[in-house]
T-cell receptor
Framework: AQTVTQSQPEMSVQEAETVTLSCTYD???????LFWYKQPPSRQMILVIR??????QNATENRFSVNFQKAAKSFSLKISDSQLGDTAMYFC??????????FGTGTRLKVLA | EAQVTQNPRYLITVTGKKLTVTCSQN?????MSWYRQDPGLGLRQIYY???????DKGDVPEGYKVSRKEKRNFPLILESPSPNQTSLYFC?????????????FGPGTRLTVL
């Protein structure tokens, strides 16, 4: 069975600094998708970034980028120039072709002024 | 406005009293899904549906039922709620065509079972 592990329950970072959130997963599949979702205090789930496993190039969305290591089954999220609005819970998620999703337990990120 | 709506947003009920949480989307999405979120456990998928009359179990389907009679609606039914079903519930939807399509989430339903 697929699993997703986020080993950092809580993290903090100073405004304008860079922070990296870790995620590892376990699967025997070769084709799958990985995601990072943001959940601010409003509880709304917001897609931050996604990565297709067949793509070697790491995905980037403005200040957010991933380091995808397929062999190591690692999918970390880097947030550059952190802003107060980045304060949220971040979830890593895995999806295979059957559209079954597995989420990690989340990392609570606090950006400090 | 394209959106996923859930009702009610908050519900307090008692053990054994049947309830339904509605989910509706106006984006003509084929795929819909229900999740529950619990502290320390993240989101766990309850059921999902690839199209009308097509549903499948996620990781935690016990104690829940779903139906997909119309493309836009995907209600979650708790026939006999128990306190361990106290949770935050999310509905989500997306297209199926293409390489991948983003899931859009509803605002969540906070359920308390006493």
């Amino acid at each position: 069975a697929q699993t997703v592990t986020q080993s950092q329950p809580e993290m903090s970072v100073q405004e304008a600094e860079t922070v990296t959130l870790s995620c590892t997963y376990d699967t025997s599949e070769n084709n799958y998708y990985l995601f990072w979702y943001k959940q601010p205090p409003s509880r709304q789930m917001i897609l931050v970034i996604r990565q297709e496993a067949y793509k070697q190039q790491n995905a980037t969305e403005n200040r957010f980028s991933v380091n995808f290591q397929k062999a190591a089954k690692s999918f970390s999220l880097k947030i550059s120039d952190s802003q107060l609005g980045d304060t949220a819970m971040y979830f890593c998620a895995f999806m295979k072709g059957t559209y079954k999703y597995i989420f990690g337990t989340g990392t609570r990120l606090k950006v400090l002024a | 406005e394209a959106q996923v709506t859930q009702n009610p947003r908050y519900l307090i009920t008692v053990t054994g009293k049947k309830l339904t949480v509605t989910c509706s989307q106006n984006m003509n999405h084929e795929y819909m899904s229900w999740y529950r979120q619990d502290p320390g456990l993240g989101l766990r998928q309850i059921y999902y549906s690839m199209n009308v009359e097509v549903t499948d179990k996620g990781d935690v389907p016990e104690g829940y039922k779903v139906s997909r009679k119309e493309k836009r609606n995907f209600p979650l039914i708790l026939e006999s709620p128990s306190p361990n079903q106290t949770s935050l519930y999310f509905c989500a939807s997306s297209f199926l065509t293409g390489t991948y399509n983003e899931q859009f989430f509803g605002p969540g339903t906070r359920l308390t079972v006493l």
